[in-house]
């Protein structure tokens, strides 16, 4: 069974930092590209970053470029997000999400396997 637990939201002032841990198990990690997604309040789900299987290139969304950064562990079938400089419009629960695609992808339909997310919220 597969299963992707995320962990470390909370509720952070604007400027301040967090850091997402996503602890995969159930299938083999090196093998999977890993995503990041969020839903702000009322929106939808959006794109985050993702880093590519074996823990290659990363990519990040404009919106978080220079202040999130994706990383992972494959000692520990864990991927982190470190969100640096939060902002108000940060504010969403945070998902994390596996994919078999050999490219990392910013299109949800391309991940097989979600965790049920963590909150976030940022206060101004």
């Known amino acids: 069974q597969v299963q992707l637990v995320e962990s470390g939201g909370g509720l952070v002032q604007a400027g301040g930092s967090l850091r997402l841990s996503c602890v995969v198990s159930g299938l083999t990690f090196s093998t999977y590209s890993m995503g990041w997604f969020r839903q702000p309040p009322g929106k939808e789900r959006e794109f985050v970053a993702h880093i590519s299987r074996s823990l290659g290139t990363t990519y990040h969304a404009d919106s978080v470029k220079g202040r999130f950064t994706i990383s992972g562990d494959n000692a520990k079938n864990t991927v982190y997000l470190q969100m640096d400089s939060l902002k108000p419009e940060d504010t969403a629960v945070y998902y994390c999400?596996?994919?078999?695609?050999?490219?990392?992808?910013?299109?949800?339909?391309?991940?097989?396997?979600w965790g049920q997310g963590t909150q976030v919220t940022v206060s101004s």
């Open positions: 999400a596996a994919s078999s695609r050999y490219l990392a992808s910013t299109i949800q339909l391309n991940y097989e396997f």
